[in-house]
């Protein structure tokens, strides 16, 4: 949809003010001669993201290859009026809010971006933004260990947790006396299973929703397994796919106790791989572990609404020893990007880009494994990302494909060699049925 500030409830308060019925009453004075009724030769107006493509395919000498790869960064749709509204200086170049009075505008942005992540993941407090999903991940462990001492200090990340997350976290907390385990997945649904595991001295299980495979975990199952051996639960989830899917605070019988992730999805650009937004929430009870900064809303001497920085437990604020994080910023400006695009889209426009993602996602799929030997490697449910097997020389494939120029997904086999034959695919909005089919055409003249 276009971005037009006026809706037609002000439309017509206006027309009302200036005493015209309607707004082709504005232009009376052009004779009737020169009217016309319609314009039959001119199709209907495109949505804006429909024409962005339509322009990019009729750019001369650009190449602009259709996108099939995901694996936590996403060709979404972001609205024209984000990044004008974030490129003006009020937010572009604004600083730290360390001094409240004269920083209102940036603090009630991050006040609105809490809001709206607490609102999505229904938990009851987020911060004002971490750099990225994976460090988020790595500060959501060390704040488990913290709240969850007692437990211990061993944490459960499952194999079908994003490789890259995996190993930032290792590299994090690896010299802090936390043990990482690795569960594994079950190789027919995709899903993490916990047979076997040892949940002594546990303090926190991650769940990724969906995991890296694509495949929607079963979360009940999952947090309710972790909560009886008295760990705390860490929801990793996209942003996006909450917009149709259960959030973190009401899995299982008590809800993740924790959610993080990356905020890319939200209106943020490729752009070579950053900079990117991290996000966190977690119950009120655990509200004095979080990482960051949290901006609050309140209340002056004159009785008017203000904000501030209600709560900067790091260690330049604190004493070191009782400081939660070095985090020392935050992404303000991604922050703001995503505050602006979930404002725009609304929970209608989110639900409607996360089914066109997943509807997208079944017409590759269906597409695809009609093909001779492409299967699916999982059976589980999905959301806008799938492991199809492929027949063959995988690399040879990818080459032949990307010289058609399309990029045609994220081969497993350096992340998981028990996926040798493995390609993680995915679709969002902007993936076309047209576009499925010219892929497997592709791959069908390639095999």
């Known amino acids: 949809m276009p971005f037009i500030p006026h809706t037609a409830d002000e439309v017509a308060a206006m027309l009302r003010t200036i005493g015209v019925a309607d707004v082709a009453d504005l232009f009376d004075e052009i004779p009737a001669p020169l009217r016309i009724d319609g314009l039959p030769d001119v199709p209907d107006g495109l949505p804006e993201w429909e024409v962005g493509g339509l322009l990019a395919e009729r750019t001369a000498g650009d190449r602009n290859p259709t996108c099939f ?20 200086g009020e937010f572009y170049s604004a600083y730290t809010p360390y001094q409240a009075e004269a920083s209102q505008g940036t603090l009630q942005v991050l006040y609105e971006f809490q809001s709206m992540i607490a609102g999505l993941t229904a938990l009851d407090v987020a911060n004002a933004s971490l750099y990225e999903g994976a460090s988020a991940l790595a500060e959501a462990v060390l704040m488990a260990v913290r709240a969850n001492g007692a437990a211990g200090r061993r944490v459960l990340l499952p194999r079908a947790l994003h490789p890259a997350y995996r190993a930032t976290v290792k ?20 899903r993490t299973v916990l047979d076997g595991v040892d949940w002594t001295d546990v303090a926190a299980l991650a769940v990724p929703q969906p995991n890296f495979f694509g495949v929607l975990e079963d979360v009940d199952v999952l947090t309710d397994a972790a909560h009886a051996a008295g760990a705390l639960v860490i929801g990793v989830v996209n942003p996006l796919a909450l917009a149709i899917l259960k959030p973190p605070g009401d899995w299982g019988g008590k809800g993740a106790d924790i959610a993080c992730g990356e905020g890319q999805p939200l209106g943020i650009p490729l752009a070579g791989g950053g900079p990117y937004l991290g996000f966190m929430a977690c119950r009120q009870a655990l509200v004095r572990q979080l990482p960051g900064r949290i901006a609050g809303r309140t209340v002056d001497l004159d009785g008017r609404d203000g904000f501030t920085l209600t709560l900067q437990a790091r260690e330049q604020h604190i004493r070191r020893a009782k400081a939660t994080s070095n985090i020392c910023t935050n992404q303000g400006l991604l922050a703001t990007a995503a505050t602006l695009y979930l404002s725009l889209m609304g929970p209608a426009g989110l639900e409607t880009v996360a089914r066109r993602s ?19 490697a999982f059976s589980g449910p999905v959301f806008n990302e799938t492991v199809l097997r492929i027949p063959g020389d ?22 998981y060699p028990e996926l040798a034959d493995g390609l993680l695919v995915c679709t969002t909005e902007l993936t076309p049925p047209a576009a499925c089919e010219r892929y497997a055409a592709a791959l069908a003249d390639l095999l």
């Open 69 to 88: 790869l995901g694996a936590g960064a996403y060709q979404h749709h972001i609205p024209a009026a984000v990044w004008q509204i974030v490129s003006r």
């Open 171 to 190: 590299s994090i907390v690896g010299r802090q006396g936390i043990e990482i385990v690795e569960p594994g997945f079950d190789r027919e649904t995709g």
């Open 358 to 376: 997943h509807a997208h996602l079944r017409t590759l799929t269906e597409r695809l494994c009609a093909l001779p030997g492409v299967t699916p």
């Open 394 to 415: 995988l690399a040879r494939v990818l080459d032949g494909l990307l010289g058609r120029d399309i990029l045609g997904g994220l081969p497993l086999a350096e992340h």
